[in-house]
């Protein structure tokens, strides 16, 4: 069974810059697993935010891009706002399925 | 302009089965590299993805689901149903339907109680 591994909670302050990761239990993450990032915000539909490792979407904050960052794909945030505060979740390709990790809780404090 | 909304039984007994619809416009499933999925969400739980629908009719299934679940498309209606067979009170869920080509837009959403 795949899994797919991220920081659970992270805290930062405004204005500040913070790193999200992704890391799969195969191995090294590499741009063949297409990583996506989502945002989800209490009581929301899932907002998608970048797709196969750093493309981001028509409303995608530019303040917000994607990466590989060693053996885990990233999520750097910078100049985080207020409204940033929110449940992160990246979604890793498989040969045959795709597997969400369990989520990033982010709190701008 | 994509959309994409999802119906079907707001509450379903166990181990009966579930049948979800994915209405969609602003796309074609028969045009090339087109894509439908589904995606789910128990309450305050993590996404998770479950099925995923080709324009070409290709699919492919979450490993721990495939048994139980079946993905399929009308064309002609726009539309992709999920069915899951033999539900558990675990697949209470808010369920999802997406444009997978790549991820960008999702249903509102509906959620699912299985109780009996």
């Known amino acids: 069974q795949t899994v797919v591994t991220q920081e659970p909670s992270l805290t930062v302050s405004p204005g500040g810059t913070v790193t999200l990761t992704c890391a799969s239990s195969?191995?090294?993450?590499?741009?063949?697993?297409?990583p996506n990032w989502f945002q989800q915000k209490p009581g929301q539909v899932p907002r998608a935010l970048i797709y196969?490792?750093?493309n981001k979407h028509s409303w995608t904050p530019a303040r917000f891009s994607g990466s590989l960052l060693g053996d885990k794909a990233a999520l750097t945030l910078s100049g985080v706002q207020p409204e940033d505060e929110a449940e992160y979740y990246c979604?890793?390709?498989?040969?045959?399925?795709?597997?969400f990790g369990g989520g990033t809780k982010l709190t701008v404090l | 302009q994509i959309t994409l909304k999802e119906s079907g039984p707001t509450l379903v007994k166990p181990t009966q089965t579930l049948t979800l619809t994915c209405t969609f416009s602003?796309?074609?499933?028969?045009?090339?590299?087109?894509?439908v999925g589904w995606i789910r969400q128990p309450p305050g739980k993590a996404l998770e993805w479950l099925a995923l629908?080709?324009?070409?009719?290709?699919?492919l299934y979450s490993p721990s689901l495939k048994s139980r679940l079946t993905i399929t498309k009308d064309t002609s209606k726009n539309q992709v149903v999920l069915t899951m067979t033999n539900v558990d009170p675990v697949d209470t869920a808010t369920y999802y339907c997406?444009?997978?080509?790549?991820?960008?837009?999702w249903g509102q959403g509906t959620l699912v109680t299985v109780s009996s």
């Open positions: 997406l444009h997978h080509s790549p991820i960008d837009y």
């Open positions: 602003g796309f074609s499933l028969s045009s090339s590299d087109e894509r």
């Open positions: 629908i080709y324009w070409n009719d290709d699919k």
């Open positions: 195969t191995g090294t993450v590499t741009s063949g697993y297409y």
């Open positions: 196969s490792t750093y």
């Open positions: 979604l890793l390709y498989y040969s045959g399925a795709w597997v």
